[in-house]
Structures are given as structure tokens and as C-alpha cells.
């Protein structure tokens, strides 16, 4: 099992994102603070003050996400 652990630069990285490490840092705070029923909810974990995200965490909700856009994306062209 992958105990690999991420903090918000690695996650950015990972995802690609661009900004400064406040408004990334803002913008996974924004995703950890929605209601944990929400598909969006960013599971997360505290070390110090310092948010930390596991691997296998990440990976779900890339699965669970990816999914709900493929769904968007399909009932749209399903609509034309």
C-alpha cells in the first residue's frame, strides 16, 4: 500500500496549477472545507498547521471527479 504524502506545492504540481502559493494554498482550503458529501471535498490531514494530502486520497477524488466530468461531457453531447 502507497503511504506517499503530498503537501500543496506537490499537489500543484501534480495538477498542474499556476499561481502563487497563497492563492493555491486558498484554493485547496476552498476544497477542504466543503461539506464531505460533496464529490469535491479535498480530504486532508493537519501536521503542525500545515495541510498534507495522501496519495491514495488524490487519486480518489481524480477518479471520483474524473468520472463526474465524463458524465457532464457526455449528457452534453447526448443533448445535441
Given at each position: 500500500?502507497?503511504q506517499e ?45 500545515q ?23 457526455g ?6
Amino acid at each position: 500500500m502507497n503511504q506517499e504524502v503530498l503537501d500543496n506545492l506537490q499537489l500543484a504540481e501534480r495538477w498542474k496549477l499556476i499561481g502563487t502559493q497563497t492563492a493555491i494554498a486558498k484554493r485547496f482550503q476552498r476544497l477542504r472545507a466543503l461539506p464531505k458529501s460533496n464529490p469535491r471535498h479535498l480530504k486532508a490531514f493537519k501536521i503542525g498547521n500545515q495541510a498534507r494530502y495522501r496519495l491514495l486520497d488524490i487519486m480518489e477524488y481524480e477518479d471520483r471527479n474524473a468520472q463526474r466530468s465524463r458524465r457532464t461531457i457526455g449528457s452534453n453531447q447526448a443533448s445535441r
